[in-house]
């Protein structure tokens, strides 16, 4: 099975411009990496006044996790969507990624977790140069978790 930009935006919500990764390079139970040159794109769906902030290496992470969530989802349930919640430890060691040549790498090892929520350690790269870290805590089935604090019922 190739595990290509169509296979990954089949499998998460992010579609058209803002599914950015290309590939996924490896995965196990654990951790998962990933590939994407959506960076240098100059219609990058988050590009703001002309540049594409650091800041946005966490958005390559989250998708990265989101399609580790894909990869271990039992293929005959329905996906649950995830809710970025909390990022931890955050370092930028970049300014901006629209000016990095290399195609970035995208790493996420989950940490721990449980059916309704995940911490995941992550590192955006691109070639040698250090581009983001951090941990991220993802709320699992977020529609449910929304409604909830809201006090509405969920949707189908």
């Not at 970035?104 to 992550?122: T, V």
């Not at 089935?141 to 809201?150: K, N, V």
Request: negative net charge.
């Amino acid at each position: 099975m190739q595990l290509d930009h169509a296979w990954i935006e089949a499998h998460i919500p992010h579609h058209g411009s803002m599914c950015l990764l290309d590939a996924v390079v490896s995965w196990d139970s654990e951790q998962i990496v990933c590939r994407a040159s959506s960076h240098r794109d100059l219609a990058h769906p988050l590009r703001a006044h002309g540049r594409l902030g650091a800041a946005c290496a966490i958005e390559y992470a989250a998708q990265a996790m989101a399609v580790h969530g894909a990869l271990l989802a039992d293929p005959n349930d329905r996906p649950q969507a995830g809710m970025l919640t909390g990022m931890r430890n955050v370092a930028l060691a970049v300014a901006r990624l629209d000016r990095l040549a290399d195609d970035l790498r995208c790493e996420a090892w989950r940490l721990s977790g449980d059916a309704g929520m995940i911490l995941y350690r992550f590192e955006v790269s691109a070639g040698t140069q250090l581009v983001a870290t951090g941990r991220a805590t993802v709320i699992l089935d977020a529609s449910t978790a929304l409604a909830t604090a809201l006090g509405t019922p969920p949707g189908p």
